[in-house]
């Protein structure tokens, strides 16, 4: 298994969960890490994206309440979500490119 995330559940709409995807360290360092999700009946889309060097880019709609972080320690990406809604129900995704490895998805439940 080259990627391995894990962390979803069930919450409360306004709470927070956080993500956690490990990579090995050949994949960690030299791949843009990536969290995309997909709803049922819905196409997967790109969440948020790192880079080796720490930068970040986010889709409109989780602008401000997550933050997607790396620990190069140890070779994890993390994916902290606040003000969570129930339109962000969906599987979550953690992904490498250009390698191109994908994590089993992880579920994230949002309701009262």
């Known amino acids: 298994v080259q990627l391995q995330a894990s962390g979803g559940g069930l919450v409360q709409p306004g709470g927070s969960l956080r993500l956690s995807c490990a990579a090995s360290g050949r994949i960690f360092r030299f791949n843009v890490m990536g969290w995309y999700r997909q709803a049922p009946g819905k196409q997967r889309d790109m969440v948020a994206t790192?880079?080796?060097?720490?930068?970040?880019n986010y889709a409109d709609s989780v602008k401000g309440r997550f933050t997607n972080s790396r620990d190069n320690a140890k070779n994890t990406v993390y994916l902290q979500m606040n003000s969570l809604k129930p339109e962000d129900t969906a599987v979550y995704y953690c992904?490498?490119?250009?390698?191109?490895?994908w994590g089993q998805g992880t579920q994230v439940t949002v309701s009262s």
């Open positions: 790192i880079t080796p060097g720490g930068g970040t």
């Open positions: 992904n490498s490119k250009p390698s191109n490895y």
